[in-house]
């Protein structure tokens, strides 16, 4: 242990290179997660900050109290209680814009393989099937003609309404608060978009205001020829509602980056035929990973170094170190 170094904890499975950097740059202690046995109550008091890859509760944080900077490792933050960790004064950062694009390139990559069902194509071709039975079969979905809607036009969501812009698709979007700066249409109410549109993109945070809000009733607003593509937060969509919706093609498709309970992906999502599924991979390239990493990193080093954070989490704005 360093006098001169702030002690930093791991907490959870962290990214390779935040544990290079921590343990390069601070002194360092893992846990493999939030458990307060897992920490004796001396090492509990020399804890200036968090790189979080775990939930971490209030119980958690009110342990530690040096504590001043939690770290969370994604632009999703809901596992951290950035509220109490606020009336703490302990700042919470997160990991924005520096995955937008590979977030938005994905999603677009799932729209289009759910509609034209490209990873069922190949493997078709992959089986020797081409050879032996002909053609693949026409695909009864297509993008053209569809109208998108953007649940969640933060920066993600607005680097996905780009790109779609640029296939020729209308876009609508819903937000509690309406943009000034786009003029895309806005909804009030989610299921209003729902029924404006054939495509629904979910790609807002977890946490209680958003769990299960794309339900039965959503679902049924957006139709018959209505596809899903979800890459925020699993608990967004009411899994067992929309597996009925799929069974009974009350919707056409759903693509899915992201589950309630993951790693675990109900075998009826996997079992219906107009499913596209992915392991959460919407950011997971190593440019991207080692992005955010660094930006856990950097948000460390400033805030214990008594400069601004780089990226605070809403809640934490208020309290956040003026520049200079």
């Known amino acids: 242990m360093s006098a001169s170094r702030p002690t930093v904890l791991l907490a959870g499975k962290v990214h390779p290179r935040v544990r290079a950097r921590v343990e390069t740059d601070f002194d360092a202690i893992s846990i493999e997660t939030a458990d307060p046995e897992l920490l004796d109550e001396g090492v509990r008091s020399r804890i200036r900050g968090l790189a979080a890859a775990t ?34 004064q302990v700042m919470v ?21 759910t509609v034209r069902e490209l990873p069922k194509a190949e493997a078709y071709l992959r089986a020797g099937r081409w050879e032996r039975e002909g053609a693949y079969p026409l695909t009864s979905l297509s993008l053209r003609g569809r109208t998108v809607g953007i649940f969640g036009l933060g920066r993600i969501g607005l680097a996905i309404a780009r790109r779609l812009e640029a296939f020729g698709l209308p876009i609508h979007y819903h937000t509690r608060n309406k943009r000034t700066d786009v003029a895309y249409p806005w909804h009030a109410r989610l299921i209003d978009m729902a029924a404006a549109v054939d495509t ?6 977890g946490g209680a205001a958003t769990e299960k809000a794309v339900n039965a009733e959503v679902l049924d607003a957006l ?3 209505g596809v899903l593509i979800s890459v925020g937060r699993g608990t967004t969509i009411d899994e067992p509602a929309l597996i009925e919706a799929l069974s009974d093609r009350r919707i056409a498709a759903a693509g899915l980056d992201v589950f309630a309970r993951e790693p675990h992906v109900p075998q009826a999502l996997i079992d219906l035929p107009n499913t596209c599924l992915l392991p959460h991979v919407a950011s997971a390239s190593l440019s991207t990973r ?3 990493a660094d930006l856990v990193v950097d948000n460390l080093a400033a805030w214990l170094a008594g400069k601004p954070a780089l990226t605070p989490v809403p809640e934490c704005a208020g309290f956040d170190r003026k520049p200079g």
Do not use: C, K
């Open 55 to 88: 939930a971490i509760s209030a119980d958690f944080i009110d342990l530690l109290p040096n504590l001043e900077v939690i770290a969370n490792f994604g632009v999703g933050y809901d596992s951290v209680d950035a509220a109490h960790a606020a009336r703490r």
């Open 93 to 113: 950062t997160n990991t924005p814009d520096v995955l937008s694009d590979e977030v938005a390139d994905t999603t677009v990559g799932l729209l289009l393989n």
């Open 200 to 205: 629904l993109i979910v790609v807002v945070p």
């Open 223 to 225: 139709g018959p020829q």
């Open 290 to 292: 080692n992005a955010m």
